[in-house]
């Protein structure tokens, strides 16, 4: 339906069922950084991202890294994690997530990210599946991003998307 919903919603990318999206056929993730593994205040993986990189890997779902945030702050974080990345994405315009999925169809793909107007935006333009998670640190956010959660908010709101489930497509 709106390009604004997300498939699904959780409070944090912990409570994703893993397996269930690779059960439905989905192998790569491509997943936003800031706010969505880690705030913009960590510059490396916390032993939870680490663990959730493991498990991802034990299932058979390819984890990369989207972000519109700048090589040498992706870079490190990806490094060190130990996953291909691309910085300076531009989310949602397409070319990134071109990039990102040769060699998969768009049925395999699911996106993760905290900000509607780009992560689940982006992905809803290519035909992927989608998970909207919350916010980890509303306080470090830049102006911009600020700017952007404005807007999000009033969609959120018009669609319910934090609510119940209904209307979810
Ligand atoms: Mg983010």
Redesign the pocket.
Known sequence: MSIFIPHEYHKSIHDIDLLKLYENGKRLILT?????LVSYAEPIPTEEIRAFKKKCDEIGLTLVII?NNNEKRVKRFADELGVPYLAKALKPLKRGYRKLTLGYSNDEVAII???VL??IVGGKRMGFYTILVD?IDYKTESWK?RFNRFFERLIIKKYNIKGDKHGRT
Not at 32 to 36: F, H
Request: aromatic residues 0%; negative net charge; hydrophobic residues 15%.
């Open positions: 936003d950084l800031d706010n969505t972000s990210g905290d900000q780009t992560d916010v991003t």
